[in-house]
């Protein structure tokens, strides 16, 4: 029994709708930015200019020309990263604990295939698909940013927004299948990872709004790959260190709970 290719049939369906729907996402994000371009781009900065203090923080006005379609998509990211994000933290929760939700885990359980080979096989059917995922908004965003643009150069730039992109689902990917391999109960789990992610995303805007709570964006994975930091080159190489070190830390404790755990089945 193949269980590589066997996860990746099972999460088929799922995945499609998921590639469909950052699709749609980008082609609507987009279509507003051309909407608002038709109103001059000069206007477009003044009416941005206008929003609280806070706001503009948070849209990135003043580090981003707005009128620039790849600073606009700039502004986006932190929305594809969430949703990056979800699909991530959901798939990973969901494929270590899908044996024991299915009520399938004795009929895996039975068969001469060890633990660790069972859960190396999830872990790279799961990388798979989030590669795939990331491919599909990679080129979903590189044909509409081609569309929208007046020349500026787009290439370079959503090569690392996009690299930062997969390092964020891998990151969350990881945050899921902990949780699934601490936590027996998949619902529990799913909870508990999905609700860390969206801690992250609340940190991350509120470092944004406010000076004064900068010392937790070393707590946000959002963070680590801020599209502000990477558009205009001034990345720090600490955030890499920091999320390679996250990365390894839960492998590890994947891989240690899911062998010690009683398996309900």
Known sequence: ??????????HKRSSIIWCISMFLLIAAAMTKYSAALGAGAGSFNEIMAQMPK???????????DLSNVLDYFGVLFIYLALMGG?????????IISKEERDKTAEFLMVKPISRTRI??????????????????????SYIMLLKY?????????????????????????????????????????LAASTGLLLMMFIMYVIVDISEKVQFLKFLTIFKYFDAKVILKGNYDAVYAVISAAILLLNLYATYHFYKRRDLKI
């Open 54 to 64: 806070s706001l503009q923080n948070l849209l990135g006005v003043g580090v981003f």
């Open 119 to 140: 859960i190396s096989a999830k872990l790279l059917a799961a990388a798979t698909i989030i590669f795939i995922f990331n491919i599909v908004t990679w080129l979903s």
């Open 1 to 10: 029994m193949n269980i590589y290719i066997r996860e990746l049939r099972a």
């Open 86 to 94: 979800v699909h991530a933290v959901m798939l990973g929760a969901g």
């Open 149 to 189: 643009s007046t020349g500026d150069p787009v290439t370079q730039g959503l090569a690392k927004l996009m690299v930062s992109l997969l390092a964020v689902q891998v990151l969350f990917l990881s945050i899921g299948t902990v949780f699934a391999a601490i936590i027996s109960n998949n619902k529990r789990s």
